[in-house]
């Protein structure tokens, strides 16, 4: 399993979090309320589903300072 896959299974439930929040505040807050109860189910499972490429887009992001760290540390000194 590579550290990618794995960092995205990690930040996968924070970033599905995050859009059901955005997308639950969308639907309540706004005149869509009047159809929460058709629209909520929507908003579950776009929020599933569109959080697996979120958090796979997200994961080299999170590597970035220790993939740096690692190149300066292995730079020959001058």
């Known amino acids: 399993m590579s550290i ?13 979090a995050v859009l059901f ?3 639950t505040v969308l639907v309540l807050a706004t005149p869509l309320s009047a159809l929460a109860m058709t629209l909520m189910p929507w908003v579950i ?3 599933a ?11 080299p992001r ?17």
């Open 4 to 16: 990618r896959l794995q960092i995205s299974i990690l930040i996968y439930t924070m970033v599905q």
């Open 21 to 23: 929040g955005v997308g």
């Open 45 to 47: 499972c776009v929020s």
């Open 49 to 59: 589903v569109l959080s697996a490429p979120l958090s796979w887009m997200l994961a």
């Open 62 to 78: 999170l590597r970035a300072r220790f993939l740096r760290q690692t190149a300066r540390s292995s730079l020959p000194a001058e």
